[in-house]
């Protein structure tokens, strides 16, 4: 169920399940905010975790962090490498995760849902 997959448990960190153990995650409160507020994007998360052959791309916090970090970008129409420098992550970890969403086919996906 969409509403059990991520629980926010304050204003920066999140607990997504259904990837293997839950992972706590720390974000920027903006991001989180964002994530509560945007059905959305909860939408597309529940999407690709449960989708078989994406989930395997999504093994640790940094993969989740990435991906929550790339449709942040994405729903605000920004480009992935400024969201990635405000937040202080490479931006090649949101472009990896971005190549592996072309490679299995979901990008036009995570852009229709995002809209």
């Known amino acids: 169920m969409v509403s059990d997959l991520i629980v926010f448990?304050?204003?920066?960190?999140?607990?997504v399940?259904?990837?293997?153990v839950?992972?706590?995650?720390?974000?920027p409160s903006d991001v989180v905010l964002w994530l509560r507020s945007n059905r959305k994007a909860i939408r597309v998360l529940d999407?690709?975790?449960n989708n078989y052959k994406f989930k395997r791309r999504l093994c640790n916090r940094g993969a989740?962090?990435?991906l929550i970090l790339l449709l942040y970008a994405k729903s605000l129409k920004m480009p992935p490498y400024k969201?990635?420098?405000s937040v202080g992550v490479?931006?090649?970890?949101?472009?990896?995760?971005?190549?592996?969403?072309?490679?299995?086919?979901?990008?036009d996906m995570v852009d229709n849902m995002l809209r």
């Open 17 to 20: 399940r259904g990837v293997g």
């Open 64 to 66: 989740l962090r990435s």
């Open 90 to 107: 490479s931006p090649e970890q949101l472009y990896r995760i971005e190549r592996g969403l072309r490679e299995d086919g979901l990008i």
């Open 22 to 27: 839950p992972k706590e995650l720390c974000l």
């Open 83 to 85: 969201v990635a420098r």
């Open 9 to 15: 448990k304050d204003a920066s960190c999140i607990i």
């Open 47 to 49: 999407a690709l975790i």
